[in-house]
């Protein structure tokens, strides 16, 4: 979703390359931008009426979150078709390494990520695509092992980076909610094995 990006966002959710942030140091979180948290007072994610197609099925709501965060460099996201997919508690998080060679969790909102990436969207395409998934199921739960690919352009032969989206869902009886989407990029030092380059 990547220094710290969903692809260190990128939710893509990868999804997945646009966001980075230097690692937190330990023991200190990450202080919220107070209009984010304005909005996600003001607006619970559930608050937003999702698509029919994008919360019947575990497909749906994986690529309506990959299809999102998705576009050229200034086109407007449906930041509130975002919102539609993930539950009230729904976050996003990131691992990264830090500088002493320790490695850090950022957490975010779905606001938080809004606030983070609307700039950098605005400037820069972002393309992030399921490339394999790997999926665990029990009752109403369900996990998503999710390969990303990110690219700045949807045409792009190479992507500039890969990794995994770790997608955490729910059953409410009606429809499918996103409850947490944790996110690693491949570096130098972790190449994605062969098992999630392929899906089962």
């Not at 990006?5 to 959710?13: D, E």
């Not at 950022?106 to 809004?114: F, H, K, N």
């Not at 029990?138 to 995994?164: L, M, N």
């Not at 130098?188 to 089962?200: D, F, G, I, N, V």
């Amino acid at each position: 979703m990547k220094r710290w990006t969903l692809a260190a966002v990128a939710v893509a959710i990868a999804i997945g390359g646009i966001y980075s942030a230097k690692a937190q140091t330990a023991g200190t979180p990450a202080a919220a931008p107070a209009a984010a948290t304005a909005a996600a007072a003001a607006a619970p994610a559930s608050n937003y009426q999702a698509r029919a197609a994008d919360v019947e099925s575990v497909d749906g709501i994986v690529a309506a979150l990959y299809d999102v965060i998705s576009g050229a460099a200034g086109q407007p996201r449906n930041w509130d078709r975002m919102r539609s997919l993930f539950a009230p508690e729904g976050r996003l998080m990131a691992v990264g390494a830090r500088p002493d060679g320790s490695y850090g969790l950022r957490g975010m909102s779905v606001e938080d990520y809004i606030s983070r990436n609307s700039k950098a969207f605005a400037t820069m395409g972002f393309f992030e695509k399921e490339a394999a998934r790997t999926t665990e199921s029990f009752g109403q739960i369900v996990h998503v092992f999710s390969t990303y690919e990110s690219r700045h352009a949807a045409g792009d032969a190479k992507p500039f980076q890969r990794g995994i989206n770790s997608i955490q869902l729910y059953h409410d009886g009606k429809r499918w909610w996103i409850v947490n989407v944790l996110w690693r990029g491949e570096d130098e030092h972790l190449a994605l094995p062969e098992r999630y380059l392929r899906s089962h």
